[in-house]
């Protein structure tokens, strides 16, 4: 059974940045393309970023993203982080990961202005 867990949300001060985590259980990161998207409260979620498999290694991020995070991977750790700098209100939201055709249940970033 595939089980996606997120971690590193939490409450930051605009202008600060923050490292969310994405790891899973059935899931082989280094075979397959992780995103991360963001559900803000009111709104649709939406895409943050993607990193494919270890072989293309192709990243690409939404413009609001640009030049303030990024996305990496461990794959010793299964792991693929996204990691936020210059945080604003705006990013206020739920983040998910997204493994393949998997999702987590999101981690709460709220950044306060």
């Known amino acids: 059974q595939v089980q996606v867990m997120e971690s590193g949300g939490g409450l930051v001060q605009s202008g600060g940045s923050l490292r969310l985590s994405c790891t899973a259980t059935g899931l082989t990161f280094v075979n397959i393309n992780v995103r991360w998207y963001r559900q803000a409260p009111g709104k649709s979620r939406e895409w943050v970023a993607v990193?494919?498999?270890?072989?293309?290694?192709?990243?690409d991020y939404a413009d609001f993203a640009k030049g303030r995070f990024t996305i990496s991977r461990d794959d010793a750790k299964n792991t693929v982080y996204l990691e936020m700098h210059n945080l604003e209100a705006e990013d206020t939201a739920v983040y998910y990961c997204?493994?393949?055709?998997?999702w987590g249940q999101g981690t709460q970033v709220t950044v306060s202005s």
């Open positions: 990193i494919t498999d270890s072989v293309s290694n192709f990243i």
């Open positions: 997204n493994p393949a055709l998997a």
